[in-house]
């Protein structure tokens, strides 16, 4: 997921392989995220990036993964800041207001629009993913014939990364208590 999609049963994901999708023009230039919403279902993992800086406050990407896509993602995202960390140092996580209330899931709903044409989001089933010194961008892929193609691209402050990624695993954990351990296997994924 870091550098190609498919990556082998058990092992690490390859970085050298060349790995290339079609990029349509209304996802070209992308969507920024200042913060992220995931819940989980019995059957798919539903991302919504948010963006939460300029009014109206909106949902600006709405991604649907299955548990596998979430199981590959995480080490990949781990393997992304890891490698940040290396070439830039650790991210330092934004400031903290004091006494900040955790909003509800009712509650974000309720303040961040979401426009018609996102309510089903976008299946992407692998994630490229790539940083820079400020940010981190996520490539949201399905493979279908006749070429892959990228879904939605996301950009998201390097400061959020680690929080992102800890959201993730906390619902990986959730989900595995909640709904058991399905994940499929490699040679049954693709039909």
Do not use: C, W
Not at 45 to 62: E, K, N
Not at 78 to 89: H, M, R
Request: glycine fraction near 6%; hydrophobic fraction near 35%; aromatic fraction near 10%.
């Amino acid at each position: 997921m870091s550098q190609q999609p498919d990556q082998p049963t058990g092992g690490k994901p390859q970085s050298q392989q060349h790995f290339s999708a079609r990029v349509p023009e209304r996802v070209a230039r992308g969507v920024y995220s200042s913060g992220q919403v995931v819940m989980d279902g019995p059957k798919e993992i539903l991302l919504d990036f948010l963006m939460g800086i300029t009014r109206p406050f909106s949902v600006v990407a709405r991604v649907v993964i299955v548990p596998q896509t979430l199981n590959e993602f995480i080490p990949a995202l781990e393997q992304n800041l890891e490698a940040y960390t290396k070439q830039y140092g650790a991210p330092q996580p934004p400031p903290q207001q004091p006494n900040e209330h955790k909003p509800t899931i009712e509650e974000i709903y309720e303040h961040y629009k979401l426009a018609d044409e996102m309510l089903s989001g976008t299946y992407a089933h692998a994630v490229l993913i790539g940083h820079t010194a400020t940010e981190f961008v996520f490539d949201f892929l399905t493979n279908f014939h006749p070429t892959p193609a990228v879904g939605a691209r996301v950009y998201l402050p390097a400061p959020l990364a680690p929080r992102f990624l800890n959201t993730l695993k906390t619902t990986q954990a959730r989900y595995q208590q909640r709904f058991g351990n399905k994940e499929i296997p490699p040679d049954q994924s693709r039909s």
